[in-house]
């Protein structure tokens, strides 16, 4: 089993539609999480961390379930300037451990 | 203007050839990173330093090299021992603490490809 898993997509959704991402880890130790936000052939760029149940920012909120090992992305009111590479990113206490990612295509 | 700089943004080698890349940050970051990312596929760690001067190695180090003589320059060297090394390289850096992980904060990557 993979450290960290992602359904790779790609999710194709209207502009204005909510969409939500899992993510789920192996290391029941894990201490803290991260979304990254990563455009085409560009660096990853930090969306949010989760160091508790969750985290609300704008439009996006990340909750984290420690029971069940998985953290999801929600976005609502989909931008066209939304359309990405989210990467789920775990601190296993070790290192960070990198999820592959999830495409997210919004269409007008 | 604070940040992460890599350079060059793409690089072309032939095989049997070392090559550095650089990366520098000036956001007085205690830690830096060294990670390659191949498609389709998670970033993987090659190296990691946490203070000046030791460094450790990640993931998948073979074939790799670094040095760490500056708090903010920390510059790899991609040896001809390195199997497969066309992909993304991407360096990050952040706040330090011995074996606390701190979110990262990417440069904007250089493409090496070797033929």
């Known amino acids: 089993r993979k450290e960290v898993e992602q359904d790779p997509g790609p999710f194709n959704v209207p502009e204005g539609a909510t969409v939500a991402f899992n993510c789920t880890y192996s290391?029941?130790?894990?201490?803290?999480f991260f979304w990254y936000r990563q455009d085409c052939r560009k660096e990853p760029k930090l969306l949010m961390s989760v160091y508790s149940s969750g985290n609300e920012d704008g439009r996006f909120t990340a909750q984290l379930n420690r029971a069940s090992q998985y953290i999801s992305l929600l976005i609502r009111d989909s931008k066209l300037s939304d359309s990405a590479t989210y990467l789920c990113v775990v601190n296993d206490g070790n290192k960070l451990v990198f999820g592959a990612g999830t495409i997210l295509r919004v269409k007008s | 203007d604070g940040g992460i700089t890599q350079s060059p943004k793409y690089l072309f080698r032939k095989e049997g050839q070392n090559v550095t890349l650089s990366c520098e940050q000036n956001?007085?970051?205690?830690?830096m990173y060294w990670y390659r990312q191949d498609p389709g596929q998670g970033l993987r760690l090659i190296y990691y330093?946490?203070?000046?001067?030791?460094?450790q190695k990640g993931d998948i180090a073979e074939g790799y090299s670094v040095s760490r003589e500056k708090k903010e320059s920390f510059p790899l060297t991609v040896t001809s021992a390195q199997k497969n090394p066309t992909a993304f390289y991407l360096c990050?850096?952040?706040?330090?603490?011995?074996?606390?992980?701190?979110?990262?904060?990417f440069g904007p990557g250089t493409r090496l490809t070797v033929t």
């Open positions: 330093s946490q203070i000046v001067n030791d460094f």
């Open positions: 290391n029941s130790a894990s201490q803290s």
């Open positions: 956001l007085n970051h205690d830690a």
């Open positions: 990050a850096s952040s706040m330090g603490h011995e074996r606390v992980w701190y979110e990262q904060y």
